[in-house]
């Protein structure tokens, strides 16, 4: 299964609340990159909003690239309570397929007692290509993964982001992205114009259909309004 979005560019200013992960579903981000990294910025631009409402996040390393520093410098400047909200950060790292799977298990009773209202899975197919973990094994570890994750998010009404690479590079590739795919009610997938890091990049969201750039803010007054639309839409 692929998922087709339109090619025309816009360069205008994506609306935040349009594209915000919605609870009870599943938000699939289509980046470039290992695993999708290209996309793991807006998943940190979400998780400082729920923080700075006083929120939990749960947030489950696939890929081994959580970096607390960098959700650190989302902040607004003028946020003195910046490391505090930290806490309320709940971070697993999977090292292998079988501790992810462990750690997407768990995600039920822990969300239970925060009330978070965002999980983000980052790179959790990453795992699953180890030329250790045999075709079958993969695809069946991938399955379960997904179901937990879509009733997680339909139980406990949270809306969890899973963080994926647009492009397949394999045929195992190809079906542990199609098994998330199938379950995601929301897509945001990243075009660029040419396969470079400085090329122009712009977003594609799904169901909505809008495209356009995220409001990167150039000044810090820009900054401030971003998170505070981010802070004040929350999540729907």
């Given at each position: 299964?692929?998922?087709?979005?339109?090619?025309?560019?816009?360069?205008?200013?994506?609306?935040?609340?349009?594209?915000?992960?919605?609870?009870?579903?599943?938000?699939?981000?289509?980046?470039?990159?290992?695993a999708g990294q290209?996309?793991?910025?807006?998943?940190?631009?979400?998780?400082?909003?729920?923080?700075?409402?006083?929120?939990?996040?749960?947030?489950?390393?696939?890929?081994?690239?959580?970096?607390?520093?960098?959700?650190?410098?989302?902040?607004?400047?003028?946020?003195?309570?910046?490391?505090?909200?930290?806490?309320?950060?709940?971070?697993?790292?999977?090292?292998?397929?079988?501790?992810?799977?462990?750690?997407?298990?768990?995600?039920p009773r822990e969300?239970?007692?925060?009330?978070?209202?965002?999980?983000?899975?980052?790179?959790?197919?990453?795992?699953?290509?180890?030329?250790?973990?045999?075709?079958?094994?993969?695809?069946?570890?991938?399955?379960?993964?997904?179901?937990?994750?879509?009733?997680?998010?339909?139980?406990?009404?949270?809306?969890?982001?899973?963080?994926?690479?647009?492009?397949?590079?394999?045929?195992?590739?190809?079906?542990?992205?199609?098994?998330?795919?199938?379950?995601?009610?929301?897509?945001?997938?990243?075009?660029?114009?040419?396969?470079?890091?400085?090329?122009?990049?712009?977003?594609?969201?799904?169901?909505?259909?809008?495209?356009?750039?995220?409001?990167?803010?150039?000044?810090?007054?820009?900054?401030?309004?971003?998170?505070?639309?981010?802070?004040?839409?929350?999540?729907?």
């Amino acid at each position: 299964m692929t998922v087709n979005f339109p090619i025309q560019r816009s360069d205008a200013a994506l609306d935040l609340t349009t594209i915000a992960p919605m609870r009870g579903g599943i938000y699939q981000l289509h980046g470039h990159g290992r695993a999708g990294q290209s996309m793991r910025k807006y998943a940190e631009a979400w998780t400082v909003a729920a923080l700075m409402r006083g929120e939990s996040v749960h947030w489950v390393d696939g890929a081994s690239r959580i970096d607390p520093s960098r959700i650190l410098k989302c902040f607004p400047s003028h946020e003195p309570s910046a490391r505090d909200h930290l806490h309320r950060l709940f971070i697993g790292r999977g090292f292998t397929v079988h501790q992810l799977a462990t750690l997407v298990e768990r995600l039920p009773r822990e969300v239970s007692i925060t009330r978070s209202p965002l999980v983000v899975i980052d790179g959790p197919i990453a795992m699953h290509l180890d030329t250790q973990v045999g075709d079958h094994e993969a695809r069946s570890l991938m399955r379960s993964i997904s179901i937990q994750l879509q009733d997680l998010a339909e139980k406990s009404n949270t809306a969890v982001i899973v963080i994926t690479a647009t492009e397949p590079v394999s045929k195992r590739h190809q079906h542990l992205l199609a098994m998330i795919e199938r379950r995601s009610s929301q897509h945001l997938t990243e075009q660029r114009s040419a396969k470079t890091d400085r090329s122009p990049r712009w977003l594609i969201h799904q169901p909505s259909g809008t495209s356009g750039m995220w409001p990167e803010p150039r000044v810090a007054k820009s900054l401030f309004r971003v998170f505070d639309q981010l802070t004040d839409a929350g999540l729907h």
